[in-house]
């Protein structure tokens, strides 16, 4: 019988590479001239100059890099899909295998903060300020790029700490607090001012741009999206995967008697869901989606985890029904070719088919002072990497609009 790892909630799956492992990925670098792997990081982190600096021993450049390119460069090298990204494009795919950049990146900011070692500054002081909405990824970039450029910000967020999807949307086994507040950190060094337990509505939106110089809008896709018109959704036992796993988080995985888990969805949210209802003590985690094997969304490493844990995939099966009277207890699935079908045993089923934006802030607009980027204005949720890309693109264009 094959033995499955259990990790307990929040225990980090793997350890990260010390001086001379690092050392020696870095040297497996070929030093190319136009370093295709920088080209395709869509936040410009840069790993073809860090890495660089790593096989030098040079560790503060190599942080320095990172830092000033990418303000959540830790979270990122944790979480950052680099298998479709910097690392598909590096020129040792056609030897071997590429370089290990999350590591690598992971390594550098580690000894960030081994060393204590503060890489930014504020600028001068320009006599603007701005108000962010939301302690999500690309607020936090916009903080810190307009920081850096001497604007006074201050980041409003409903929830007793920062990070938004950060902090209430990945399981800590994929990304611990240690490092979401390493990032937090980088940008109140700054000198940006993060207001918590602050619900903002649009209709406090007039009253923030009459005090500050721009708002911007990054509350996120903090919203489930549910199939529509899916029989017995409003069981007891039936949950969709933002609350899910913010629930998690906030009760450290004290969530109760979980049983059979199914989860419908096949994207890293969905994974992130297997693997904190395992970690939970569910008696069983399976995770059904539509698309097969090979088209689906969820990152290679996320669904290498997740089976790795005992968790049971079903690809290319769509969701027909809940089945239960006052609690769920199973969920009937229909192959997406063919006839059959199946009825999975359920106590608790969990949607995770995608995010919106909440209600409070549906179909909100820019206007003149108002910037809204981020996944509050994309139909679909983004990487953080790409949340970090808008940020920076957003930042330039309230410094432009406040001519500094």
Known sequence: MTKVRQLPYGELAENGLNIRLAMEEATRCLLCDDAPCSHDCPAGTDPGRFIRAIRFRNFKGAARIIRENNILGATCAEICPQERLCEKACSRCGI???INIGRLQAFAMSMEKDMKFQVLEAGKPCGKKVACIGAGPSSLAVAAELAKKGVSVTILDENEKAGGVLRYGITPSRLSDDVIDQDIKAVTDLGVKIVLNKHVSKDDLCALMAEYDAVYVGVGQSASKMIPNMKGADLKGVDTALPF?????IANGKIGDLGNV??????????DCASTARQCGAKSVTVSFVETWETMPASKKEVDYVVDLGVTIIPAFKPLEVIGDDKVSAVKLAAMEGNSSMTLDADTVIFAV???????YKDIKADGKLFVGGDAALVRGATVVEAVKSGKEIAEAIAKFLQI
């Open 245 to 249: 796993l913010k629930k998690a988080r």
């Open 96 to 98: 071997d295998k590429p």
């Open 354 to 360: 995608g995010q919106k934006v909440s209600d409070d």
């Open 262 to 271: 199914v989860i419908i969805g096949g994207g890293d949210v969905a994974m």
